[in-house]
């Protein structure tokens, strides 16, 4: 069994409508949580950066971390076409291991018109 | 613009070949880590480095080698290439050795036939 499990897709949705995006994980010492974007042939960029339970909100983008539940979100409000991109998610213990970040395998979004 | 460039953006080897990569770190950043993405995975951590001396490495062979140096830049080492080390292999850099959030660079796409 993978750390961190994350559906491939691909997920299709219309223009406007509300994307969820979620990956669950196993390893009870994670504790900071990340969402990254990656676009066709470009490396991973940092969408949201949480640490711990909660809830973190950046203009359209919302993340939620259930530690009780080892399962993180990613909600994007307002779907453009420009958000068509692999959406990753990364976690990581809260010392040692240095920057060791473990990703779920991506999951693929396709916005359309 | 994360500030971190990898070069070259692609690459062709030959199974049993060497290959050196190459990344150009943000400036103050001390952190530097490579990751392999292999099509439709996420990317999995190789080593990081952390003022030239490495500080972590995941599940990769010896042949698998790094370089950093003072001027923040860094080398990614590939001895007897294999048939599936055919991958993305991606650079982040970060200020600091445990906690900060990674910021990539677009990758070197290698290609081993």
């Known amino acids: 069994q993978k750390e961190v499990e994350q559906d491939p897709g691909p997920l299709s949705v219309p223009e406007g409508a509300i994307v969820s995006l979620n990956c669950t994980y196993s390893?009870?010492?994670?504790?900071?949580f990340m969402w990254y974007r990656q676009y066709s042939r470009k490396g991973p960029e940092l969408l949201m950066y949480?640490?711990?339970?909660g809830n973190k909100e950046d203009g359209r983008f919302t993340a939620q971390v259930d530690k009780s539940s080892k399962y993180i979100s990613l909600f994007i409000r307002d779907s453009q076409p420009s958000d068509s991109a692999t959406y990753l998610c990364?976690?990581?213990?809260?010392?040692?291991?240095?920057?060791?970040?473990?990703f779920g395998t991506g999951t693929q979004l396709k916005v359309e018109l | 613009e994360t500030g971190v460039t990898q070069s070259p953006t692609h690459l062709i080897k030959t199974r049993g070949q060497q290959v050196t990569l190459r990344c150009s770190s943000q400036?103050?950043?001390?952190?530097v880590s490579w990751y392999q993405q292999a099509l439709g995975q996420g990317p999995q951590f190789i080593f990081q480095?952390?003022?030239?001396?490495?500080?972590g490495r995941g599940n990769f062979p010896p042949r698998f080698s790094g370089l950093q140096f003072p001027n923040y830049s860094s080398e990614l080492n590939v001895n007897a290439l294999e048939l599936d080390d055919s991958a993305l292999y991606l650079c982040?850099?970060?200020?600091?050795?445990?906690?900060?959030?990674?910021?990539f660079g677009n990758g070197t796409r290698l290609t081993v036939t």
């Open positions: 400036s103050g950043h001390n952190t």
């Open positions: 982040a850099s970060s200020p600091d050795r445990d906690g900060s959030p990674l910021h």
């Open positions: 480095y952390y003022r030239e001396e490495e500080n």
């Open positions: 949480t640490y711990s339970s």
């Open positions: 390893n009870s010492a994670f504790q900071y």
């Open positions: 990364a976690m990581r213990g809260l010392t040692g291991g240095g920057n060791k970040l473990t």
